[in-house]
């Protein structure tokens, strides 16, 4: 039974999904705003499906990054779901509104 070293060579990620996106301009809609965090979240949660096909393929050998990654995507999924929930409790609660 060969072990090998841990590497020293660790799997950067390309986007990270909590980072603030940056406009060339300041009125920059709601939606663009969203756009751009969603983008994040997908983009984030692909690169951690790769990661662990690549770990599966025997491309990479490091778990530790495949991991760190694949909860990366995993958080940020799930604070997209619950941000998505509690928008939707929002404008349901103003729907009940009377006016």
Do not use: C, W
Request: charge should be negative.
């Amino acid at each position: 039974m060969n072990i090998s070293s841990i590497g020293t060579n660790p799997v950067q990620l390309k986007q990270n999904p909590f980072q603030k996106i940056e406009s060339e301009n300041s009125g920059a809609s709601f939606a663009n705003v969203l756009q751009g965090y969603l983008q994040n979240v997908d983009n984030t949660v692909k690169q951690a499906e790769v990661l662990s096909t690549k770990l599966a393929t025997g491309e990479i050998d490091n778990v530790h990054d495949v991991m760190i990654a694949s909860e990366k995507a995993k958080l940020a999924l799930e604070l997209t779901v619950t941000i998505r929930d509690k928008a939707v409790e929002a404008y349901q609660e103003v729907m009940r509104m009377q006016i």
